[in-house]
């Protein structure tokens, strides 16, 4: 592994369905974002995690949940996926809170 | 509330200058980042600005004014590669990213 990896790189996915995604890292980097971007929206965060063992929400995080339960792994999960959650969905790193952030190459979410 | 502004679109030539604007409103301010997006891929960190100044990394420059809540990215000696959409990010008094929506630069030979 080399920087910050992200899988499925695509998905299509059903309304109403549980989906993890996930984002691994293997820089040590002690922060951790998910972020989706949609057109003429930019960047939104989702969750982030200053570091491992820690949580928070960010600007949109409804519908979606995450965990830190060590320093390079940080999915996320749609409990009951809604069309309104597709997007691409970036996962980054830092390694201090409120450093510069990279990207993984990102998932794209179809959810019909 | 906050806000970042930037264009959302501007077309340039190869071998040309261009300078891409970004201005903020933000609840406390630590700093602004500049990233570059190519279609279908994931933004790329090129700068960092915290206080106010030029910030000179070979072809490209960030500038930033705090009185001011602005900053501009300078292009210089454009190449067909740079086409791409460009991200103002501002680092905010919790020290989350307020991301722009990006401006997209389109370069003509």
């Known amino acids: 592994i080399a920087g910050i990896t992200q899988a499925p790189t695509s998905q299509i996915l059903a309304a109403g369905r549980r989906m993890t995604l996930r984002c691994t890292q293997d820089m040590r980097h002690n922060a951790m974002y998910w972020y989706r971007q949609d057109l003429g929206l930019g960047l939104r965060l989702i969750h982030y995690s200053n570091t491992a063992g820690t949580t928070g929400k960010g600007e949109v995080p409804d519908g979606y949940s995450v965990s830190r339960a060590n320093t390079d792994d940080f999915p996320l999960t749609l409990a009951s996926a809604v069309p309104s959650q597709t997007s691409v969905y970036f996962c980054a790193s830092s390694d201090s809170e409120g450093g510069a952030q990279y990207f993984g190459p990102g998932t794209r979410l179809l959810v019909l | ?109």
């Open chain 2, 1 to 109: 509330g906050q806000n970042i502004d930037q264009p959302t679109e501007m077309t340039a030539t190869e071998g040309a200058i261009v300078q891409i604007n970004c201005t903020y409103q933000t609840s406390g301010f630590n700093g602004l980042f500049w990233y570059q997006q190519h279609a279908g891929e994931a933004p790329t960190f090129l700068s960092y600005n915290v206080l106010d100044g030029l910030e000179e990394k070979g072809r490209f420059s960030s500038f930033l004014s705090r009185s001011k809540g602005y900053s501009y990215l300078l292009l210089k000696e454009l190449q067909m590669k740079d086409s791409a959409s460009y991200l103002c990010a501002v680092k905010d008094s919790n020290y989350q990213l307020i991301w722009g929506a990006g401006t997209k630069l389109i370069i003509k030979p």
